[in-house]
T-cell receptor, first 109, second 112 residues
Framework: TQLLEQSPQFLSIQEGENLTVYCNSS?????LQWYRQEPGEGPVLLVT?????EVKKLKRLTFQFGDARKDSSLHITAAQPGDTGLYLC?????????FGAGTRLTVKP | NAGVTQTPKFQVLKTGQSMTLQCAQD?????MYWYRQDPGMGLRLIYY???????DKGEVPNGYNVSRLNKREFSLRLESAAPSQTSVYFC???????????FGPGTRLLVL
């Protein structure tokens, strides 16, 4: 059982559509991070959220940390083919990070 | 700055062989990590080093050993490789524990 559950596991949409992916846990985290990973490469950090209820925007991407610091969401507005990739959330607690299994997003032109 | 580098990029081993995966970072980070990534499983932490001179087990440490050689380098050793260790291995570093991690390009390992 994953400590962090991500949904959906796969998502295929058309260019221009909006989407939201989720990262849920029963554990409380001191911080939560979102990464994007492209085939054959390592994950690249998108954002870190640390305060319950925090919302951060990165161009067309909006990240929210749940009030109880147990869950997070990533919303993409007007998705583009360049958004295609594996989106991973990671929660920090004690001295280590735990990753979810990821949402694999495909944006078709 | 090269960031996080890993060697080798690819490796094929026979069951029972040993090998060491090398990782180095040039960002003066305190913490370093080794993960494995398998389809549908996400990234699973094998070992981490919160600071130079310390190492701790992660989620899946069995069959692996690590050495934090200095602040820059963190190696992962497979003493007797098994087919279940076929995976993609990523090294990462961060300024301190639970802060943003920077990943290397990965090592693809196949154990026959």
């Amino acid at each position: 059982t994953q400590l962090l559950e991500q949904s959906p596991q796969f998502l295929s949409i058309q260019e221009g559509e909006n989407l939201t992916v989720y990262c849920n846990s029963s554990s409380v985290f001191s911080s939560l991070q979102w990464y994007r990973q492209e085939p054959g490469e390592g994950p690249v950090l998108l954002v870190t959220v640390v305060t319950g209820g925090e919302v951060k925007k990165l161009k067309r991407l909006t990240f929210q940390f749940g009030d109880a610091r147990k869950d997070s969401s990533l919303h993409i507005t007007a998705a583009q083919p360049g958004d295609t990739g594996l989106y991973l959330c990671a929660g920090g607690r004690n001295n280590d990070m735990r990753f979810g299994a990821g949402t694999r997003l495909t944006v078709k032109p | 700055n090269a960031g996080v580098t890993q060697t080798p990029k690819f490796q094929v081993l026979k069951t029972g062989q040993s090998m060491t995966l090398q990782c180095a970072q040039d960002m003066n980070h305190n913490s370093m990590y080794w993960y494995r990534q398998d389809p549908g499983m996400g990234l699973r932490l094998i070992y981490y080093s919160a600071s130079e001179g310390t190492t701790d087990k992660g989620e899946v440490p069995n069959g692996y050993n690590v050495s934090r050689l200095n602040k820059r380098e963190f190696s992962l050793r497979l003493e007797s490789a098994a087919p279940s260790q076929t995976s993609v291995y990523f090294c990462a570093s961060s300024e301190m524990s639970v802060s943003a991690q920077y990943f290397g390009p990965g090592t693809r390992l196949l154990v026959l």
